[in-house]
């Protein structure tokens, strides 16, 4: 069963925008990952958030997470047409396995 | 170095036929994982190896799947008589940590 729920499903945006994904879950967690896959095969691992950290940049990304809330957003600065992917929110719990979210589909045209 | 590789990259299969799909990870790593994804979905978590042991089959879903993996390296997935509900993107991970997972490109499975 999917753990995280993102949010939006879908979102469009145009070059040099922000684009802001959000992710929800429903269990305590270890971290909280998000994941980058193109055109339907491999994902490539973005960042990892600790259960304990509340705010972790990464270039034009930038993660929060808010374990009260059981939520976490990811936020790509000045997207380029190269941004256009899925990305999913993945979470750590007690076991080694990654439960992922439903995935966000962000498309930035120029 | 090399990354994980998976192969083959599609299949096309028969229904009731059976299938047999390879994942080869980044050596020295010790967990392996595999992943179903149907078209415009999530990720399914399916089972899970810490060397050669599978602590975790919980995403298995139903007696027709089963994955070996030998010499902590390379790992397979097999389903038997296949059915069209078993087409979808599987995916192969690998990690040394409980942390970042390190994915293949994924085998193409279409079920005719």
């Known amino acids: 069963s999917q753990q995280g729920e993102e949010d939006p499903q879908a979102l469009s945006i145009q070059e040099g925008e922000n684009a802001t994904m959000n992710c929800s879950y429903k269990?305590?967690?270890?971290?909280l990952q998000w994941y980058r896959q193109n055109s339907g095969r491999g994902l490539v691992h973005l960042i990892l958030i600790r259960s304990n950290e509340r705010e972790k940049h990464s270039g034009r990304l930038r993660v929060t997470l808010d374990t009260s809330k059981k939520s976490s957003s990811l936020l790509i600065t000045a997207s380029r047409a190269a941004d256009t992917a899925s990305y999913f929110c993945a979470t750590v719990g007690t076991a080694s396995k990654l439960t992922f979210g439903t995935g966000t589909r962000l498309q930035v045209t120029l | 170095g090399a990354g994980v590789s998976q192969s083959p990259s599609n299949k096309v299969t028969e229904k009731g036929k059976d299938v047999e799909l390879r994942c080869d990870p980044i050596s020295g790593h010790t967990a392996l994982y595999w992943y179903r994804q149907r078209l415009g979905q999530g990720l399914e978590f399916l089972i899970y190896?810490?060397?050669?042991?599978?602590?975790?089959k919980s995403g298995l879903p139903s007696d027709r799947f089963s994955a070996e993996r030998t010499g902590e390296s390379v790992s397979t997935l097999t389903i038997q008589r296949t059915q069209q509900e078993d087409s979808a993107v599987y995916l192969c991970?690998?990690?040394?940590?409980?942390?970042?997972?390190?994915f293949g490109p994924g085998t193409r499975l279409t079920v005719t």
């Open positions: 269990t305590s967690i270890n971290n």
């Open positions: 190896f810490q060397g050669n042991s599978a602590p975790d």
């Open positions: 991970a690998s990690s040394t940590t409980r942390y970042e997972q390190y």
